[in-house]
């Protein structure tokens, strides 16, 4: 029977850590500052957003809601963009996803100044990560890094370990392979053309599932004694699931992140965890 990794208690603990920084970032004249651009009504997406801010309320850090019309132009937003690129209380800037479809998204991730980008989406970011550039000032996107964070904090072996990434998203996919990789795991990224893949996550010590099908990885897919790590977040029915089916993983696996309360609280957390790192770049 696996251990269950309690995302919410270790991104809680992340937070309160974070709250500390803060407490002494005031005292040197600033506390961080975060503003969230959303357009539109999704409701996911105002979930998310509401997450956000909540967690950035209750560590301190100066957060800020930007709300627009559904129909607003590109340009208008992209000046919108240019406006918090340009003042100085602003340390991070978060467009939430998805934008409605006359606005290219790509373009407008783009616009951010990548050292206010704290989704860790922008081209120079990836890049700095994909070309392992550890000494410049990157930010990893929030999910990736929180699953670092997660297997850290569990005294979980990365080096020399075989990890199975099941997904290969700009978002999650590639950008956790990397990461795994810097820490010195032998890599496997599987996708939608991969010829057998029980084959491949049955040899994995570390499965990342991120495909968004609901509990398509299930437990005689995994090694016995695997660390399982679900980012998928599916509702059906009503219900949420992951992209791993639980109830057979959970027998095998010795260690697994629920859904809700594994991955989700930690992408969180790290959006707060960029946020101080931008404020501690830019200065007071």
Do not use: W
Not at 57 to 72: A, F, H, V, W, Y
């Amino acid at each position: 029977m696996s251990k269950i990794i309690d995302g919410k208690q270790i991104a809680k603990n992340i937070r309160m850590e974070l709250k500390n920084e803060i407490k002494d970032l005031k005292n040197e004249g600033r506390v961080p500052g975060l503003t969230v651009v959303m357009v539109g009504n999704n409701p996911a997406s105002e979930t998310y957003v509401s997450m956000k801010e909540k967690a950035a309320t209750e560590i301190g850090i100066d957060s800020k809601l930007i709300k627009k019309e559904e129909d607003i132009s590109e340009k208008e937003l992209l000046d919108l963009i240019d406006e918090l690129n340009n003042d100085s209380a602003v340390d991070g800037i978060l467009v939430q996803l998805p934008l409605p479809d006359h606005i290219d998204e790509k373009k407008v991730i783009e616009s951010i100044v990548p050292d206010k980008d704290v989704d860790g989406f922008h081209p120079i970011n990836t890049g700095r990560l994909f070309s392992g550039q550890e000494d410049s000032l990157r930010y990893e996107a929030c999910t990736p890094l929180g699953i670092i964070r997660m297997l850290e904090r569990e005294g979980i072996e990365i080096d020399g370990k075989n990890a199975t990434i099941v997904g290969r998203s700009n978002i999650v996919g590639k950008p956790i392979a990397h990461l795994l990789l810097e820490r010195h795991a032998t890599v496997t990224i599987c996708h939608s053309h991969t010829k057998d893949l029980k084959a491949e996550t049955k040899r994995a010590d570390i499965v990342v599932a991120a495909v968004g099908r609901p509990e398509m990885i299930t437990g005689d897919m995994i090694k016995e004694g695997a660390v399982v790590i679900d980012v998928g977040i599916n509702r059906v029915e009503g219900k949420l699931l992951g992209d791993v089916e639980f109830d057979t993983a959970k027998e095998v696996a010795a260690k697994i992140t629920p859904v809700p309360g594994g991955v989700g609280p930690m992408t969180i957390a790290m959006l707060m965890e960029n946020t101080v790192k931008a404020r501690k770049y830019h200065g007071v």
